[in-house]
Nanobody
């Protein structure tokens, strides 16, 4: 079992950058890790996912070239570097862990979730 805590959210102007961090209470080396986001009234949306050894990474099309997911298994942390932010990136961002070997992209395939951190991008 693992507990996840996100940090690093905030208010930023369009074109700016933020770095989200996810700290885990347990060893994340046994989990695929992912980032999702959600706005009120909409379903939770996949953002990025990374395999246990960082060899496999997927991004949703809208963030490709702007966001970078990474992990440090020794420190039990996962990060999401977000550059060139747009107002449409505004959402609550969630870190998640999955026991699946191939990193999934559907929320239902993740077993542990953080409480979320708010990212607001002003125009």
């Amino acid at each position: 079992q693992v507990q996840l805590v996100e940090s690093g959210g905030g208010l930023v102007q369009a074109g700016g950058s933020l770095r989200l961090s996810c700290s885990a209470s347990g060893h994340i080396s046994r989990y695929s890790m992912g980032w999702f986001r959600q706005v009120p009234g909409k379903e939770r949306e996949f953002v990025a996912t990374i395999s246990r050894n960082s060899a496999v990474i997927y991004y949703t099309d809208s963030v490709k070239g702007r966001f970078t997911i990474s992990r440090d298994n020794a420190k039990n942390t996962v990060s999401l570097q977000m550059n060139s932010l747009k107002p449409e990136d505004t959402a609550v961002y969630y870190c998640a862990a999955s026991s699946l070997l191939v990193p999934p992209i559907r929320p239902g395939e993740f077993h542990y979730w953080g409480q979320g951190t708010q990212v607001t991008v002003s125009s």
